[in-house]
């Protein structure tokens, strides 16, 4: 079954690398207390979600925080390594934390996974963005497989 409006997010666990090392998070704990702009992509340096996925959430990260953002996260089924090194390339002032589902649980709790098998990475996330009050869904944007249209920061934007 697919995460939907006013659902809580699942306590699964997520990875993040920092300066300090690698962590493991509860994802429902992150987003506790919180208004969290998430979004997933099926893989980091893969050309969409390089190229236009990520710099949509960079490019509005200020305005996101203005209207009320607390944290803007992002996800991909790889692993905390893979993340952190694709989050400073494109994010050199951390503005995005980089999440690491890295066994596909989150994607797989949420009911958005893909198989990208056919491209040669596996079980994926699906692309999707969401916003998130308090560990509830509030907002949530999937896309067609192979799609960009609807899980834009631009358009979440329009649901704050």
């Not at 208004?35 to 990520?54: D, W």
Request: hydrophobic share 40%; proline share 4%; charged share 20%.
């Amino acid at each position: 079954m697919t995460i939907a409006i006013g659902d809580k997010v699942p306590s699964v666990s997520v990875w993040n690398k920092d300066a300090d090392g690698v962590h493991k998070l509860d994802f429902s704990e992150f987003c506790a207390g919180k208004t969290v702009a998430f979004f997933s992509v099926p893989g980091a340096f893969t050309p969409t979600c390089q190229e236009k996925h990520f710099p949509s959430f960079k490019s509005n990260s200020q305005t996101l925080k203005q209207k009320g953002v607390d944290v803007i996260a992002c996800m991909s089924v790889n692993d905390p390594f893979v993340m952190q090194a694709w989050g400073e390339l494109l994010d050199p002032e951390g503005d995005i934390v980089m999440l690491a589902d890295a066994e596909c649980e989150l994607a797989t709790a949420f009911g958005l996974t893909i198989d990208a098998s056919g491209a040669g990475l596996g079980q994926r996330s699906a692309r999707f963005s969401m916003l998130i009050k308090n560990s509830t869904v509030s907002s949530l944007h999937t896309e067609e497989s192979g799609g960009y249209e609807l899980s834009s920061a631009e358009v979440l934007l329009k649901d704050l």
